[in-house]
């Protein structure tokens, strides 16, 4: 396809640590290389692109310009907005991260939360939240589709994007703005261990007997049954393993305020 053909993607980063586009980067179906050159223009993307400093600027100015209405604005990070937003400021201009987003929200056709800063607040929001960071959809006034997950695997990031270049619309949405299609159902209900749970068969301590034997690991900490998302069912990195595979519970990293609400992570 012709570029004009393609989608345009801007990708912002704020308060976060750049686990979400590490993950977007490991996309198989469809491979990352077709996502972009077959169906998203990635327009700017501060890990991926080559251009550096005021040459970066102006090419977000322009590409916020040449694509206003058309474009998706995929935002990875947190947004802090305590005093005026200064806790974080990106670029030559310094401008903060809310300005930016602002700015960006409004000729977006359509806003994509990527991973649970973003959508939630994250790790940054976490108590006392010295910042008073928020979650992308606490400051634009636009609807806003939340990928939680830190981060969300490929295929939720990649399948989101794809669903709005095929529909043309965003995906219906569950009561926290996370697509159905991904975030439908809890990760215990899937989990490859659930058999164990029902049995009764479960982890007392980590390396015991019931580890080397692939039990449930609910009784040390694993908060698979309050958690929604595929990630038994999609897995991540091409598919290799997900955390539970992996002998460690969930941790309800796609919930809002995960990080208040389900820690202490190696408890019931
Ligand atoms: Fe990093 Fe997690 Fe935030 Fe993504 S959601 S930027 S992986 S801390
Ligand atoms: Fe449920 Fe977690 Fe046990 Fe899997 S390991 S069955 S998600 S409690
Ligand atoms: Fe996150 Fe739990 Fe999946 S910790 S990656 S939602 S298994």
Redesign the pocket.
């Known amino acids: 396809a012709e570029i004009a053909d393609r989608v345009p993607l801007i990708w912002l980063h704020l308060a976060e640590c750049t686990g979400c586009s590490e993950s977007l980067i490991r996309a198989d179906t469809p491979t990352i290389d077709s996502v972009i050159f077959d169906h998203i223009s990635v327009e700017y993307h501060e890990t991926l692109m080559a251009a550096a400093g005021w040459q970066a600027e102006e090419n977000l100015e322009h590409a916020l310009e040449a694509y206003k209405g058309g474009y998706v604005l995929a935002v990875e990070g947190a947004v802090p907005t305590a005093n005026d937003g200064h806790y974080l400021t990106v670029g030559c201009k310094g401008h903060t991260g809310m300005e930016i987003v602002h700015h960006a929200a409004e000729g977006a056709a359509a806003i994509v939360s990527v991973g649970t800063c973003a959508a939630f607040g994250g790790v940054q929001a976490a108590a006392p939240n010295p910042t008073e960071a928020k979650g992308v959809d606490q400051v634009v006034h636009k609807p806003v589709v939340n990928l939680g997950?830190?981060p969300p695997s490929e295929k939720n990031i990649v399948g989101t994007l794809m669903y709005f270049v095929m529909f043309g619309k965003l995906p219906p949405l569950d009561m926290y703005g996370r697509p159905k299609w991904a975030y439908g159902a809890r990760?215990h209900d899937n989990c490859e261990r659930r058999g164990r749970f029902d049995a009764g068969e479960f982890v007392e301590t980590f390396g015991d007997e019931g580890a080397k034997q692939g039990y449930c690991l609910y009784k040390v900490g694993c908060k698979?049954p309050y958690?929604y998302?595929n990630?038994p069912t999609e897995r991540f990195n091409h598919h290799t393993s997900?955390?539970?595979l992996a002998g460690h519970g969930?941790?309800?990293?796609?919930e809002p305020n995960f990080w208040d609400a389900m820690a202490d992570f190696e408890k019931p």
Do not use: E, L, M, R
Request: hydrophobic share 25%; aromatic share 6%; net charge neutral.
């Open positions: 997950g830190c990760v698979g958690t998302n990630c997900w955390p539970v969930c941790i309800g990293c796609s």
